[in-house]
């Protein structure tokens, strides 16, 4: 079974709530200087059925694999399956100034 984590500032005190959160044009303009990430709008997972996922993904490209780590409602969203994920998920937490939580 796969654990999900959450990168977010919201276990953060912040007077200004718009602070708490991780927008997404920040996302983008940080995503936007790691050279192993891609922006995508839609998620395709292929199997024995393929699916899209409508959202924002930045895909980190891993090797031959892609991982993505999706915006939503203001915190990043990212799988731990792979564990090579874990530290990429520690330094974007890091240079975002925000907290992991799982979930």
């Not at 993904?57 to 915190?75: K, L, S, T, V």
């Not at 990212?78 to 240079?95: F, L, R, W």
């Amino acid at each position: 079974m796969s654990q999900r984590y959450r990168i977010t500032r919201s276990l953060q005190a912040h007077e200004d709530a718009a602070a708490q959160t991780i927008s997404l044009e920040e996302c983008k303009q940080y995503f936007a200087s790691k050279p192993d990430f891609t922006y995508t709008s839609v998620f395709t997972v292929k199997g024995a059925t393929t699916m899209s996922i409508e959202g924002d993904f930045f895909m980190w490209n891993y090797g031959d694999i892609q991982i993505p780590f999706r915006h939503y409602q203001g915190d990043l969203y990212v799988s731990g399956t792979n564990e090579a994920v874990i530290p990429k998920m520690v330094e974007v937490a890091s240079d975002l100034v925000a907290d992991i939580e799982e979930g």
